[in-house]
Nanobody, 122 residues
Framework: QVQLVEVGGGLVQPGGSLRLSCAASGSIFSINAMGWYRQAPGKQRELVASIPSGRTTNYADSLKGRFTLSRDYAKNTVYLQMNNLKPEDTAVYYC????????????????WGQGTQVTVSS
């Protein structure tokens, strides 16, 4: 019923940049928030950044200034621009959307993309 299609990721050298995008499609009634999380090997999944509809973006404190999240409301798409990447940014990045469906317009649920690998290494 809902698809989150992630594009981007890959291998980049320290100090480099990458851009991830995530498009939501399906029987979507409304989207409450969209964003990205990441999970490094042996660690818990953590918030990277999220944009609640009509509100300011939430960033992980450690990523402010290097990562920028933007959202195209018309296309149900979010973009994560990652600059000055560091080896510790290596992780699987997951798109997240909190949304409701036409079949249940008052019920918000979390949806996740399949994940995209970002590796920062020389």
């Amino acid at each position: 019923q809902v698809q989150l299609v992630e594009v981007g990721g890959g291998l980049v050298q320290p100090g480099g940049s990458l851009r991830l995008s995530c498009a939501a499609s399906g029987s979507i009634f409304s989207i409450n928030a969209m964003g990205w999380y990441r999970q490094a090997p042996g660690k818990q999944r953590e918030l990277v950044a999220s944009i609640p509809s009509g509100r300011t973006t939430n960033y992980a404190d450690s990523l402010k200034g290097r990562f920028t999240l933007s959202r195209d409301y018309a296309k149900n798409t979010v973009y994560l621009q990652m600059n000055n990447l560091k080896p510790e940014d290596t992780a699987v990045y997951y798109c997240n959307a909190v949304l409701s469906l036409y079949s249940a317009p008052n019920t918000l649920r979390d949806y996740w993309g399949q994940g995209t690998q970002v590796t920062v290494s020389s």
